[in-house]
C-alpha cells in the first residue's frame, strides 16, 4: 500500500518516573532526511531515534521533537565542598578570637555561601531512558505511518482515476489513427484528381504516398509502451514497498511516450487527446512527488 510522505503523529507516556512525549513530522523529500530536538543531557537519543524512525519510513523529510521529565527526579545529588567549607570556619573562628567577638557561624548560615554545597545530577541511565522514549515513539510513529497511510490511499485513488483517462483517450488514438491515414489517402486523391484532371491517376504511386504518411504518423509502438506503463503504475499502486522513486522515473517514460505521439500528431482530434493525455501525466507525476 502506498504511503504519502506527509504525516504527523504525536504520544505521551509516563514510565518507571518519566513522563516522556514523542512528536514526528514529516514533508515529501527526494531521499530519508532526519533531524530531532531533545533535552540537552540525552544527546544519545538522537542517533538511535534516527535508526529507530529509518527501521520504519524509508523516504521523507523528518522532524521529531522530544521531551523528557522525571517525576521523581531522585536523580540530583548535594555534595559538600568540605576544602571550602572548612576555610570559612577556620576564617570565622580567626576573627573570633582576633576580635573577641561571637562566632554564630552554623551549618545553615555555612551552606549559603557560594559554591559550600555543590548540587549535580547522576549520571542518567541511558537503557531506562531509550527503553521509555522508544515505547513512547512506537506509538507516535504508529499515527504518523497511519496518516500517510490514510493519506496514500486518496492519493493511490486519484492516481488510478487519471490513468483510467489516460487509457481512455490512448483508446481513442488507436482507433483514429488509421482513419486518418484513409482521410490522408482520400484527400491526396481528390488533389491530384484536381491537378491531373481526367488522366489517370497512377494507384501505384498514390499507394506508396499514403505509405509514407502511414509510417509518419504511427503511433501504435508509443501507445502499446504507454499501456504497458500503466499496467507497471498499477502494480507499483498495490506494492507493499515504497515505490515513489520508482513511480517517479516511470512517469517520466509516460511523458517521453506522450510527447513522442504529439509530435507525430497530424490530426486536430489525436492532438487534442495527446493534451489530455500530458495534462493527466502532469498531475499524476504532482502526486507521486508526494509518495514514499
Excluded at 11 to 21: M, P, R, Y
Excluded at 130 to 148: C, L
Aim: proline fraction near 1%; aromatic fraction near 8%; glycine fraction near 4%.
Amino acid at each position: 500500500m502506498i504511503k504519502s510522505m506527509t504525516g504527523y503523529g504525536r504520544a505521551n507516556k509516563s514510565i518507571d518516573s518519566l513522563n516522556v512525549t514523542v512528536e514526528i513530522k514529516s514533508v515529501n523529500h527526494r531521499y530519508f532526511e532526519f533531524s530531532s530536538r531533545y533535552p540537552r543531557i540525552y544527546g544519545f537519543l538522537d542517533e538511535k531515534m534516527k535508526s529507530y524512525v529509518q527501521s520504519r519510513v524509508a523516504r521523507g523529510k523528518i522532524e521529531c521533537y522530544i521531551q523528557v521529565e522525571n517525576l521523581e527526579d531522585d536523580n540530583v545529588v548535594v555534595e559538600v565542598n568540605h576544602s571550602l567549607a572548612k576555610g570559612y570556619v577556620d576564617a570565622f573562628n580567626e576573627l573570633s578570637e582576633r576580635y573577641g567577638i561571637d562566632n554564630g557561624i552554623n551549618a545553615s548560615s555555612l551552606g549559603r555561601f557560594q559554591d559550600v554545597l555543590l548540587v549535580r545530577r547522576e549520571e542518567a541511565d541511558e537503557e531506562k531512558i531509550w527503553a521509555a522514549v522508544k515505547a513512547t515513539a512506537e506509538e507516535a510513529v504508529d499515527s504518523f505511518i497511519q496518516m500517510r497511510t490514510v493519506e496514500g490511499e486518496k492519493m493511490k485513488n486519484d492516481i488510478s482515476s487519471r490513468a483510467d483517462f489516460i487509457l481512455e483517450n490512448v483508446a481513442f488514438i488507436e482507433k483514429r489513427s488509421p482513419e486518418t491515414v484513409k482521410e490522408y489517402n482520400e484527400k491526396l486523391l481528390a488533389r491530384m484528381r484536381d491537378v491531373l484532371g481526367d488522366t489517370h491517376v497512377e494507384e501505384q504511386r498514390l499507394l506508396t504516398e499514403a505509405a509514407i504518411y502511414a509510417d509518419k504518423i504511427a503511433v501504435a509502438e508509443e501507445t502499446v509502451r504507454l499501456r504497458s506503463h500503466i499496467d507497471q503504475l498499477r502494480t507499483f499502486l498495490a506494492s507493499e514497498e515504497a515505490i515513489g522513486r520508482k513511480m517517479d522515473f516511470l512517469v517520466q517514460e509516460m511523458n517521453r511516450e506522450a510527447n513522442t505521439i504529439g509530435s507525430k500528431a497530424q490530426d486536430v482530434e489525436i492532438a487534442r487527446r495527446v493534451l489530455d493525455i500530458k495534462s493527466e501525466i502532469e498531475k499524476i507525476r504532482e502526486q507521486v512527488q508526494n509518495i514514499e
